[in-house]
């Protein structure tokens, strides 16, 4: 369904040119949902936004393709990729539950997307769409008269996802949409988030820092380092045969209770500035096994085994212990 | 006074005022209070890590704040050292304060953006004329600064706090905690704005300074997965009263009360997910505005019972130093011991 294919986003800032995206490559298959992880900085919002052409000033598809069932989104017109926004994908943002327009109340809010999308609907269905919406999202359809400012952070989140519903698109990306969030709160939203994917056989991208809430959540999972994806494949591959030497010491730092009471500082220093990055793998200054082709040329995403699990790293069949 | 403890807390009352609004306060209504922390009681022993977690609103901050008397008790004991602290005044606090310390959650807000890390460092040092000359002070802020982590010190001195990443703002805000030689530290969620792999250098610098120093933590958290691996005793808090208090390891994987046994089902631990069920609360985090009667979780819990209702249960002691409060899981106990 969608195909990203060495996609390239650039920020041009005042120090330079910023690669945030680097030869980005991803699948998804309808109702599957993909996991997009890495730590702040690493280009995982960038590439959501670019998906929807949503990048900020500055930002830019420097290269690539995004198709998206056989149509490839960076082609396309502004007026033609407004179509698509929303309708055939629409996003719900980390602080989406502030971006409600204050001084309306949330079912017209709702009402109003469907009503500038679909132009002969009538207010009065758009409304019952709205209130049905609610309801499947868990709110109350009596609260659709509440101002945004009189709902609690959950159940603004909760009308978020109703109104990326609202036009039955295709794809959903969540970008960090629990991170402020309590965790049963938490809970609550993805619970809501499987069931809507179930029900609308809905595809996701799920954005998110925090590796544990993907692996309860998604099927497929991709982690990113300094704007590469570095390895991607299911979530059983990725947590109990990881290969890339960055996503085994990640996993070393949750900690997790099972994992025994240790916190296991795996690894040391800092991701690169994207200004300058080093050559060949990014991961390379703080990576223990790094050889010398690591230096020199960036390693393809390549697949080891038959299920799509791919991995970008020259030393991907070490065997050895690398983070202690 | 028991067996070394650092801190004893008994219990402990803070309210707020509600804000009242022009009306109420013409007509003289009474005063709305909102009891952000409700009668906690606890003890830290020296060396040992005591960590309070809970949800958003559920008074861990300002217990934490109270317990440095950066806010003022309304009721209780706060006995630190031996020594009752809780109605000294200014001048004999600051007497204390370098011996209880606290680190903040946002390194970006808690150091002052406009001055230099040596400055922001060696403030502590001058505000309680801890040092004789230059050449003393230079010395203590770079071993302090060395001792967060931050080496060589050279390198970050003269540097702003906008010239450094989150986990370095993080280890200089613990430097201007560490360099009055504190006994005990309040750590406020320090590692809830950094990335995993940031955290866990972190949380293991912490640990590390523990064991050299001897230092006492109180820790508060709102992730149990943190707490598990980072702490020695484990309270749960909920509106302002703790709910389950114990050696951690008990408290995550033989919890008692019913709200932490739903807190702990939802964390998305990696393994844990596979083989236990999610116990997910209907409703919303409560209102300490708005506090039910009886036991205060009961409109959220799902064995609850008649008596919940309408009576406020105590802590009970479960095993030894693990206690709850809720009556359904002591009748449990009791009939389990009848038999």
């Not at chain 1, 045969?241 to 220093?269: M, Q, S, T």
């Not at chain 2, 064991?211 to 309270?235: G, Q």
Request: glycine share 6%; proline share 6%.
């Amino acid at each position: 369904m969608l195909d990203i294919k060495d996609l390239q986003v650039e920020y041009t800032v005042p120090g330079g040119v910023a690669r945030a995206v680097n030869k980005a490559n991803l699948n998804l298959t309808e109702g599957e949902s993909l996991g997009l992880a890495g730590e702040s900085g690493c280009g995982k919002t960038t590439l959501g936004n670019a998906i929807l052409r949503i990048l900020p000033e500055g930002g830019q598809i420097s290269g690539g393709e995004i198709n998206l069932d056989g149509i490839d989104l960076v082609e396309l017109s502004e007026e033609k990729m407004r179509r698509i926004r929303w309708k055939e994908i629409s996003m719900v943002f980390q602080g989406a539950m502030n971006s409600f327009d204050p001084t309306m109340n949330i079912e017209n809010q709702i009402a109003e997307a469907i009503l500038i999308h679909q132009r002969d609907t009538s207010k009065e269905t758009a409304l019952e769409r709205a209130r049905e919406l609610l309801r499947l999202c868990g709110i109350n359809p009596l609260l659709g008269k509440s101002y945004p400012h009189e709902l609690s952070g959950g159940m603004k989140q909760r009308g978020c996802i109703a109104m990326a519903l609202a036009l039955q698109p295709k794809l959903l990306i969540a970008d960090e949409i629990t991170t402020a969030l309590d965790v049963m709160t938490q809970a609550q939203i993805f619970t809501l988030l499987r069931d809507m994917k179930r029900k609308f056989n809905l595809s996701m991208i799920i954005i998110s820092h925090d590796l544990a809430v993907l692996a309860k959540n998604c099927d497929r999972l991709a982690i990113m380092y300094a704007g590469h994806i570095v390895e991607i494949g299911t979530i059983q591959d990725i947590f109990d045969h990881p290969r890339h030497p960055y996503v085994k010491g990640l996993l070393f730092c949750i900690p997790n209770f099972a994992g025994g009471r240790k916190i296991i500082a795996a690894i040391k220093g800092a991701p690169p500035s994207l200004l300058a990055p080093p050559p060949g793998c990014p991961f390379h200054p703080r990576c223990p096994i790094s050889i010398s082709e690591c230096k020199t040329a960036a390693p393809q995403l390549l697949s080891v085994n038959t299920n799509n699990h791919s991995v970008a790293c020259y030393r991907k069949d070490y065997k050895g212990v690398i983070w202690k | 006074m028991n067996n070394g403890a650092v801190l004893e807390v008994r219990h402990l009352k803070k309210y707020f005022v509600k804000s009242a609004g022009i009306l109420s306060t013409l007509l003289r209504e009474q005063r709305k209070y909102v009891a952000a922390v409700e009668d906690v009681s606890f003890s830290i022993s020296r060396g040992k890590i005591f960590c309070v977690a809970g949800e958003s609103g559920c008074g861990k901050t300002t217990l934490g704040k109270t317990i440095l008397k950066l806010l003022q008790p309304d009721d209780g004991q706060i006995i630190f050292q031996g020594q009752d602290i809780t109605r000294l005044k200014r001048d004999s606090m600051r007497m204390l304060r370098p011996k209880m310390q606290m680190i903040f959650q946002d390194p970006y807000e808690s150091i002052d953006p406009r001055a230099r890390i040596y400055d922001s460092v060696a403030e502590p040092l001058m505000v309680n004329h801890l040092v004789k000359d230059e050449k003393e002070k230079h010395n203590k802020v770079v071993q302090t600064l060395e001792l967060a982590g931050l080496t060589p010190a050279e390198n970050y001195l003269y540097k702003y706090p906008h010239n450094l990443s989150g986990g370095e703002r993080q280890r200089v805000g613990i430097a201007t905690a560490l360099i009055l030689d504190p006994e005990f530290i309040v750590a406020d969620e320090p590692t809830s704005m950094l990335d995993v792999s940031v955290q866990a250098n972190l949380l293991n610098l912490l640990q590390k300074l523990r064991r050299e120093k001897n230092l006492t933590y109180l820790f508060i958290t709102h992730d149990l997965s943190v707490a598990y691996a980072f702490s020695d005793c484990l309270a749960i808090m909920y509106l302002g009263k703790f709910v389950e208090v114990g050696p951690t390891a008990e408290v995550v994987m033989s919890p008692i009360h019913p709200y932490t046994k739903a807190l702990i089902s939802v964390v998305p631990g990696i393994n844990l997910a596979k083989n236990k069920k999610p116990i997910v609360l209907p409703g919303e985090t409560p209102n300490p505005e708005n506090v039910p009667p009886g036991c205060r979780f009961h409109p959220r819990c799902y064995c609850k019972e008649e008596r919940c209702t309408m009576e406020e249960p105590v802590m009970v002691e479960f095993t030894p130093q693990h206690y709850a409060a809720c009556f359904v899981q002591e009748k449990m106990k009791l009939k389990k011991n009848g038999k």
